[in-house]
């Protein structure tokens, strides 16, 4: 089978995967709202640029792009597990090597290419157009501004996908050394701040944004050939058959849950969490980055806004960030595991939720230490108020819209719209409840029976849904 | 009303299932008795797996009724599941649990009190006490075969609904599988099973009923085609090719 074949293969497969899923329009839609968001947000560059040091808007837009490249890049491989679930190994072409007569080489090649040109068509293209489109009416964003984004977001993104199947190569080899190696890049990253090179100047897909220049693009592009390089020319698939064997912890956990309503599903999701790949550790990594950028941003924003109060801010956007937590409690098992059972979809959800309030401890350890840190210990109670608010809340969004299945459903384009508009008013409401004062922050406690009511009745409506459509 | 005594451990009346333009289950009339090892055969696509999750209240008919141990598994889809065991089609356990975790998982659900005595005998019958400690989804596809076939009757259920239960499984245990469902519906349970290995059905199953493109062509038994000097697979396929064409 010639490359060209595969590769054009792939990106049908790729489309079909999603349109299956969504429907052809629903999954078209989201570059578009994707577009207007870009655009919207192109609105409001004037405003950030009279409060922010200059170029934090454009570094902030280029590391995003970097880390949604990076999670591109791992859902391609990491990913593929929960898709096998739902469509069955078989049914991918990332696995016709054990058919036909391709090497796996060949395949991961057409894989990497396929990757990068699909999801650039569909997170950078339609962002830039978005930008465009605001170049059009705000004066600060210049006519240049949407070609050389289009290289250099592009690029941050490459390198982020390239960067991804470089370290997934590294863990097919030894995981110490992928440990190794993602130690190295933090040691590297704080020896990076403390030096006080300007991001500008270290990272060449910003440093041809900021002076655009052939040499910039170039080494950029340079890296991420060679990183796709090494991850194919080391590439090492042996489809393993794991021997390893573990002790038996689901009545002790069991046990340990014994006050919720189904310790044996809660058992297990801990259970899942641990034994997945990256352990309990990627809840918190994962969760870590956003909170960082954050409390970064309110660390700074704090001495240009006056009147905000940054703590209760943290609170209630790590709030909504909690939520995300759900996703990855419904991320290894499908509802088609527990059908034939005595079970409804409901009540996978409750247990879920109860897993849910469990981990909910990691971001108030967060809080208890960002509170102090924002300057007034005694707005702990507001903020935990505020936070614990719209974590239900945001869940519970979450649970009525997409029930056992948000890492699939909130692509939907309808879906994720209908998410935003739902979380969007109540934060934008507490925060400005708390300008006058911040124990008005406190309000963000009667989000909690709103939240509460909308898991009861999403349980109850995606059981419907599947007693109509299984 | 719900649980009144029947003859019948499965009744389906006009039962019909429609997934947008297509007709998976086109108005069945299903009706068996207690102590009966029913197969259900058909060609693949025919609708026998639609009929088991119909069966099961996992989802519900387009028209018609259908009641299982006296319960309307369209109206309490929970309680037809609780009384009764089921291998799926396809479903394979969680990945993450061991497979002796899955058993406590699923004993956990249906209450079963000798949970640890149910595991040890299970592992030991099938021969797989080597997965015990493994997680499912490192298990071949004939060990979760043999996983799935645990679950559902490790709460001892008057009545089973087994989606080709012999797949993946070598002959020797497949001769073990078919020794323990003949003795267990020998024991006054039921067991309905779907299958398209007509050989399978011959030899164990009471009853038998053919479908093909979700419409019941044929019921009856293999001692009435014995009778008739009919050979099942003959019968099946001259049965199927006059209704395709």
Known sequence: MAFGTLFTAMLKEEWRMHSTMFGDLGFFLFPVILTVFAALASLAVPVFIAVMPPGTVSAAAHLFYLIAGVSVGSFGLLGREVMNRRFGQASLLAYSSRSLP??????????????CLYYFLFWVAPAVAGVAIGSLVVAEIPFTAAPLLLVSLGLSFFLGIAAAFFLSTVYAWSPRALATAIGFLVIAGVLFAISGIPLAKAFLPLTFYTAPAPLPAVMSVLIILLLAGISIAFLNIDFPESSRRYRSRLPVLARTFAMTSSPCFVAKDFIDLRRSDGGMGKIVFSFLFPVAIIWLLLTILQYFIPGLAPGIIFAILLGVFTST?????????????????????????????????????????????????????????????????????????????????????????????????????????????????????????????????????????????????? | MDGEISEYVIEARNLRKEYGEVVAVAGIELAIRKGELYGLLGPNGSGKTTIIRLLTGQVQPTAGSVRVMGIDAAAHPVDARTGIGVIPEQETPPSFLTAEEYLRFVGDIRHVEDIEEQCDWWFSYLDFDDARTRLCKDLSRGTRQKLMFAQAFLHRPPLALIDEPLINLDPVMQRKVKDFLMDYVGAGNTIFLSTHILAIAEEICTGIAILNRGELLFTGSPAELRERHEDLERFFLNLISGHTE
């Open chain 1, 102 to 115: 391709i090497s796996e080489r060949t395949i991961i090649g057409a894989f990497i290419l396929k990757d």
């Open chain 1, 325 to 470: 937590f759900y996703n990855w409690l419904t991320e290894y098992d499908l509802f088609t595991t527990y059908a034939f059972l005595p079970v409804t979809v409901a009540q996978v959800v409750r247990a879920k939720i109860e897993s849910y309030l469990i981990l909910n401890f990691i971001p108030v350890l967060f809080l208890l230490v960002a509170i102090p840190f924002f300057g007034d210990a005694r707005l702990f109670l507001p903020a935990l108020a505020a936070f614990a608010g719209l974590s239900l809340y945001a869940v519970g969004v979450t649970v009525y819209l997409c029930g056992l299945t948000p890492n699939v459903m909130l692509y939907d384009a309808r879906t994720f719209l209908l998410y935003i508009a739902a979380i969007a008013p109540f934060v934008l409401i507490l925060i400005f409840l708390s300008i006058p004062s911040p124990w008005y922050a406190t309000a963000g406690i009667l989000l909690v029976p709103a939240g509460l009511a909308l898991i009861r009745k999403g349980g109850e409506r995606h059981t419907s849904f599947a007693e109509r459509n299984f």
